[in-house]
């Protein structure tokens, strides 16, 4: 069964809305030149309000290692996230400083990216086309990585049911694609949720 990722909590009733819908996943990004940055303290403020079987991932680029296993080790998040330039001694020295797992998120262009995906040392690999673009991928070099992946980049309502069949990826993230206006649509958070089950029972 593909898992579900929503990215991009930032207020109270966003939280309320995956409560009601169960995902397996959300994610805070505690990025400050996102639009969707959360400070560490609104992020514990909104996880102690999630559903204990939802996991949040907390979303860093190029972050100091010792700030994101401090934000990781008081239970703030379940999951590290990293979107930047983070390389395999960048993780070896986040494993020293916590335990909690690692998603490594690669943007995926040409077959090299494929490879370097396929090689990296992180817990789980996340294919995008950037830092939140809201652009697919291409699918064709997604379908060619042999482990388990999150897929990002450009999944909406309408694209999500077909990319689950096509290639069948362990879970499912989005973001933008589920906003009106800047912000979390929970209807759309809810079809979006449908279309994924939806997939799976035609898999």
């Known amino acids: 069964m593909t898992k579900i990722k929503l990215c991009g909590m930032t207020r109270h009733v966003d939280i309320a809305a995956v409560n009601e819908i169960k995902p397996d996943y959300i994610g ?9 940055y959360v400070s560490k303290e609104t992020a514990a403020e909104l996880k102690k ?22 934000i990781a080790n008081e239970g703030i998040i379940d999951l590290i996230q ?7 001694d960048y993780i070896g020295r986040l494993r020293k400083l916590t335990d909690k797992p690692v998603i490594q998120a690669i943007r995926i262009v040409t077959e090299e990216d494929t490879k370097r995906a396929e090689h990296s040392p992180a817990d ?12 697919t991928i291409d699918w064709d070099l997604a379908a060619k990585i042999k482990r388990p992946y999150f897929l990002a ?23 933008s694609g589920i ?20 997939a799976e029972r035609r898999k």
């Open 153 to 175: 980049g450009g999944l909406t309502t309408d694209n999500v049911g077909p990319a689950v069949e096509k290639l069948h990826p362990y879970a499912v993230d989005v973001s």
């Open 28 to 36: 805070f990004v505690l990025w400050e030149p996102s639009k969707r």
């Open 82 to 88: 990293l979107h930047g330039d983070e390389d395999d």
């Open 124 to 135: 789980h690999i996340l294919l995008d086309s950037g830092k939140g673009g809201g652009k």
């Open 179 to 198: 906003e009106t206006d800047g912000h979390k649509d929970p209807a759309k958070m809810q079809e979006f949720s449908a279309m994924v089950q939806s």
């Open 49 to 70: 309000m999630l559903d204990p079987d939802i996991k949040a991932a907390g979303v860093f680029v190029n972050e100091n290692p010792e700030t994101v296993a401090t």
